[in-house]
């Protein structure tokens, strides 16, 4: 059964440092998407990354993924208060057993304090 | 523009009734899922759909049902069986060729009174 595990699950920072949010997955996969979540809103999408070693960057977020590792990471850079909400890393199943079911991490809330 | 359309936006539901949630997408997108949040959760998987007439049970059917008759709707009832429907409910719709990301709908929110 896939299993995503994301860490840590909150997170507060001040503004313009730096952190990690990882997410670790537990069966093959190369389709792992990441997406943000605001408060009572629906999921945008932040990044999708579809081989190993694929490496996205959207202003100040960076996301990669290691499939060996079954590892992804979302690096933030000198991070803003509108970066304040809730991020969630997914994994696409289809290579696992699991086929076409999208399976989510818990969430990590990040809260960026000025 | 395409995308997908939930309905309604929010939903109250009493004891013992049955509700249908909408899902409708012009993407041509071929699967479509519905998943459940509960608060301060991460989404759980309820059932999807890969091609017309066919579905399958996610990680929490349980008190769900749904139907895919046509390419762009697949509405989910929720039923008296499901004992705590509060949550947020989103559904969302996959391309396969060339194979893409996940689109989400905007949402709804059903609670229980």
């Known amino acids: 059964e896939l299993k995503v595990e994301q860490n840590p699950l909150f997170l507060s920072m001040q503004e313009g440092k730096n952190y990690t949010i990882y997410c670790n997955y537990s069966t093959t996969s190369d389709r792992l998407y990441w997406y943000r979540q605001d408060p009572g809103k629906s999921l945008e999408s932040l990044f999708v990354l579809l081989s190993n070693g694929a490496v996205k960057q959207e202003g100040r977020l960076m996301a990669s993924l290691d499939t060996k590792a079954r590892l992804s990471t979302l690096h933030i850079t000198a991070a803003v208060h509108d970066l304040s909400a809730t991020y969630f890393c997914?994994?696409?199943?289809?290579?696992?057993?699991?086929?076409?079911?999208?399976?989510f991490g818990q969430g990590t809330t990040l809260q960026v304090k000025p | 523009d395409g995308g997908i359309t939930q309905s309604p936006k929010y939903l109250f539901r009493k004891e013992g009734q049955n509700v249908t949630l909408s899902c409708e997408q012009n993407l041509n997108h071929d699967a479509m899922y519905w998943y459940r949040q509960d608060p301060g959760q991460g989404l759980r998987l309820i059932y999807y759909s890969q091609i017309v007439n066919d579905f399958q049970k996610g990680d929490i059917a349980e008190g769900y049902s749904v139907s895919r008759e046509k390419k762009e709707s697949f509405p989910l009832t929720v039923t008296s069986a499901q004992k705590n429907p509060t949550a947020f409910y989103l559904c969302?719709?996959?391309?396969?060729?060339?194979?893409?990301?996940?689109?989400f709908g905007s949402g709804t929110r059903l609670t229980v009174v």
């Open positions: 969302a719709s996959r391309q396969d060729r060339p194979p893409k990301g996940y689109t």
């Open positions: 997914a994994v696409d199943g289809r290579g696992s057993g699991n086929t076409g079911k999208l399976i």
